[in-house]
C-alpha cells in the first residue's frame, strides 16, 4: 500500500505565524487522515477527509484535498508553542486496506 | 469516556523473558490495532483486530503474538525478544476499520 510524503520534513516557525503542511500520493485514495503526535505520546486524530470532500475545518486547523493533483494540506494559523509537535497523514487506500502512515512532518512553534 | 488506556507504559526485559502488553478501551469501537513505533519514524501496523477476530498481520515475527480477549480489550504477548524489537507500542482502537483511530498513550519497550 502507498504510503503519504509528506513536506517539509521538518519546520520551525514564530508563535502566531501559519504552519502549512502538505502530503501527496500516487495512486486514488478513500480518504486521508491528519495525525498530531507530542514527543514520545500516543497519537490525536485532527482531521479525516473523504475523497470527494475538498476542504475541512476544525478550529484552528484547515485541510484541503486535490485528488487531480494526489495532495493535501494542512494549515495551522496562528501558531502556539503548544503545537510543536510530530504530524502524520495516514491514507486510507482502495481495497479497504489498512491506513498507512507517511514519515511526518516534525513542526516547532518557537515562543 | 473516549480513553485508551495501555499498560505498563514503560516495560525493560531480556531476550529470554515472557511478557505482555495490555490495552483496553469502553468506546464500543469494534476495531482494535498494534503498531510499533521507532523514535522519528512513523507508527507501523503490526495488527487489526475486527469484531475481535483477527483481520491483518503484517507478517509481524511469530515472537509476537495478539490476543482480543473480549471487544474492550486486546493484549500482546513478547516472548523472545530482540533488542531491535525496542520501540514505542501503540495500541488504537476505532469505530470500524480506517474509521479514525484512538491512540493510546503507548509502552516504551526496552528488550536488554
Known amino acids: 500500500s502507498q504510503q503519504g510524503e509528506e513536506d517539509p520534513q521538518a519546520l520551525s516557525i514564530q508563535e502566531g505565524e501559519n504552519a502549512t503542511m502538505n502530503c501527496s500520493y500516487k495512486t486514488s485514495i478513500n480518504n486521508l487522515q491528519w495525525y498530531r503526535q507530542n514527543s514520545g505520546r500516543g497519537l490525536v486524530h485532527l482531521i479525516l477527509?473523504?475523497?470527494?470532500?475538498r476542504e475541512k475545518h476544525s478550529g484552528r486547523l484547515r485541510v484541503t484535498l486535490d485528488t487531480s493533483k494526489k495532495s493535501s494540506s494542512l494549515l495551522i494559523t496562528a501558531s502556539r508553542a503548544a503545537d510543536t509537535a510530530s504530524y502524520f497523514c495516514?491514507?486510507?487506500?482502495?481495497?479497504?486496506?489498512?491506513?498507512?502512515f507517511g514519515k511526518g512532518t516534525r513542526l516547532s512553534v518557537i515562543a | 469516556d473516549t480513553e485508551v488506556t495501555q499498560t505498563p507504559k514503560h516495560l525493560v526485559m531480556g531476550m529470554t523473558n515472557k511478557k505482555s502488553l495490555k490495552c483496553e478501551q469502553h468506546?464500543?469501537?469494534?476495531?482494535m490495532y498494534w503498531y510499533k513505533q521507532k523514535a522519528k519514524k512513523p507508527p507501523e501496523l503490526m495488527f487489526v483486530y475486527s469484531y475481535e477476530k483477527l483481520s491483518i498481520n503484517e507478517s509481524v515475527p511469530s515472537r509476537f503474538s495478539p490476543e482480543c480477549p473480549n471487544s474492550s480489550l486486546l493484549n500482546l504477548h513478547l516472548h523472545a525478544l530482540q533488542p531491535e524489537d525496542s520501540a514505542l507500542y501503540l495500541c488504537?482502537?476505532?469505530?470500524?476499520?480506517?474509521?479514525?483511530?484512538?491512540f493510546g498513550p503507548g509502552t516504551r519497550l526496552t528488550v536488554l
Open positions: 468506546m464500543g469501537h469494534r476495531a
Open positions: 495516514a491514507l486510507e487506500n482502495t481495497g479497504n486496506t489498512p491506513l498507512v
Open positions: 477527509i473523504r475523497s470527494n470532500e
Open positions: 488504537a482502537s476505532s469505530q470500524a476499520q480506517n474509521n479514525e483511530q484512538f
